[in-house]
């Protein structure tokens, strides 16, 4: 049987999103995310369960950039408009370098975080590592979290 060791890492970025059809996060705002990220799995060839340092290079990924949905469909990349790609969603027009486009319909704490935990996870397996269970706890604001939780296999 092989023995499950964790690691826990805090983490921190700043993010803008939107929240399509809502009344009061309909407009594009931000947050200073913050949060611990979980990860229970066997000790690698590295003597390690995760390295910390994957952990903060993904999440750097998603500080200072405007998350959006992978929906509407109306949203398109435009190289046409400047010199660096361009992505237009709606009435809104961003530098390609300042977007993270996750692949669910709504740019919620819950959807963030489980897109946190699948690229920690895929980096992790391209990396030798092998992770049974993932928790991140993400902080929106001082008093609103959220909690996820995937296993492997899930």
Same mark, same amino acid.
Request: hydrophobic share 40%.
């Given at each position: 049987?092989?023995?499950?060791?964790?690691?826990? /890492?805090?983490?921190?970025?700043? &993010?803008?999103?939107?929240?399509?059809?809502?009344?009061?996060?309909?407009?594009?705002?931000?947050?200073?995310?913050?949060? /611990?990220?979980?990860?229970?799995?066997?000790?690698?060839?590295?003597?390690?369960?995760?390295?910390?340092?994957?952990?903060?290079?993904?999440?750097?990924?998603?500080? %200072?950039?405007?998350?959006?949905?992978?929906?509407?469909?109306?949203?398109?990349?435009?190289?046409?408009?400047?010199? &660096?790609?361009?992505?237009?969603?709606?009435?809104?027009?961003?530098?390609?370098?300042?977007?993270?486009?996750?692949?669910?319909?709504?740019?919620? &704490?819950?959807?963030? &975080?489980?897109?946190?935990?699948? %690229?920690?996870?895929?980096?992790?397996?391209?990396?030798?590592?092998?992770?049974? /269970?993932?928790?991140?706890?993400?902080?929106?604001?001082?008093?609103?979290?959220?909690?996820?939780?995937?296993?492997?296999?899930?």
């Amino acid at each position: 049987m092989t023995k499950v060791n964790s690691i826990s /890492r805090e983490i921190e970025f700043s &993010a803008a999103h939107v929240l399509l059809g809502h009344d009061k996060c309909g407009r594009m705002h931000g947050h200073n995310y913050r949060g /611990r990220v979980t990860i229970e799995g066997p000790m690698a060839k590295t003597g390690m369960v995760y390295d910390y340092n994957l952990i903060s290079e993904i999440v750097k990924g998603f500080d %200072h950039v405007v998350i959006l949905p992978n929906e509407p469909a109306s949203m398109k990349i435009n190289i046409e408009f400047a010199s &660096a790609p361009q992505i237009e969603w709606g009435d809104y027009r961003f530098p390609a370098s300042d977007v993270i486009v996750i692949p669910f319909k709504h740019t919620t &704490a819950e959807n963030i &975080a489980k897109c946190l935990a699948q %690229h920690i996870v895929g980096i992790g397996i391209e990396n030798g590592y092998r992770v049974v /269970r993932i928790v991140i706890e993400l902080w929106e604001n001082e008093r609103s979290s959220v909690v996820v939780e995937a296993k492997e296999g899930d």
